[in-house]
């Protein structure tokens, strides 16, 4: 009997440990889909980064291997997601994390943290968003500090050189865009989530973001990657790309 029990249990760890292994290919496949698409802006001679909405740094660490000599500037609020954001940034060179959250105006506010910390948002959960993705749907509510984005980048020092900005806040874009007009303005590139259905209550969609950056100089060109409802029906929203169009360089199409 006994023998017969170590045998089960055996079997149940080598289940276990094969779970695991399966588990940990299909997240590197997925990071490393996620790199490839975004060596679309390899070409681009980026001197700094502006990683707003960082997470645990998922797309600094792509930046890092995109442009080994960038300087990486990544904000983040929540305070837990923070401390893994440091973490990631730790031996990537000239990175640096600054636990705000970027938007039309500065003070504190309440965040809806999300089970799943990258469905976080200032704004609150969409029926949507909790039928696509019911794991992220619990939440709690963190304090956490406003900044404008062209309040901050006048109080410090940004490498000289071309930008790129990432604009992923969770249907909070327009309010970042309207703090940041003319860090925007500046920016050679800025590659923003944009959704084609609302996710979170009174969120911008796409259209909107469109003539907002559109305003400002940039055009739309297309997607790094674009994502598909749960039954693949609809595409739900997509990271965009936006060029500024006086700063192309006269090699680009």
């Not at 259209?207 to 598909?228: T, V």
């Amino acid at each position: 009997m006994r023998e017969l029990l170590r045998s089960m249990l055996q079997a149940v760890g080598l289940d276990i440990r094969l779970t695991r292994k399966l588990h940990a290919a299909a997240i590197a496949v997925r990071k490393d889909q996620e790199f490839q698409a975004w060596t679309l802006l390899q070409h681009r001679p980026i001197a700094s980064v502006l990683d707003i909405g960082a997470n645990e740094g998922q797309f600094a660490a792509i930046a890092r291997r995109l442009w080994p000599q960038a300087q990486i500037h990544s904000f983040e609020p929540l305070p837990g997601v923070y401390d893994r954001l440091l973490q990631t940034l730790h031996g990537l060179g000239d990175a640096h994390a600054h636990k705000l959250a970027i938007s039309d105006r500065a003070g504190q506010t309440a965040m809806h943290a999300s089970a799943f910390s990258p469905s976080s948002s200032l704004l609150p959960m969409a029926e949507l968003h909790r039928r696509e993705w019911p794991e992220s749907a619990p939440h709690s509510t963190v304090e956490v500090t406003l900044a404008r984005l062209d309040d901050w980048t006048a109080a410090h020092r940004i490498a000289i050189g071309p930008q790129l900005i990432k604009i992923d806040v969770q249907g909070h874009e327009k309010a970042v865009i309207d703090g940041g007009r003319q860090t925007l303005r500046c920016a050679d590139v800025v590659v923003l989530e944009v959704s084609f259905y609302e996710f979170y209550e009174r969120q911008p969609l796409f259209a909107e973001i469109f003539d907002a950056m559109r305003e400002l100089g940039f055009a739309y060109r297309g997607n790094i990657e674009q994502f598909r409802s749960r039954d693949g029906r609809r595409v739900l929203y997509a990271d965009a790309v936006f060029e500024n169009l006086e700063r192309v360089s006269t090699d680009e199409p």
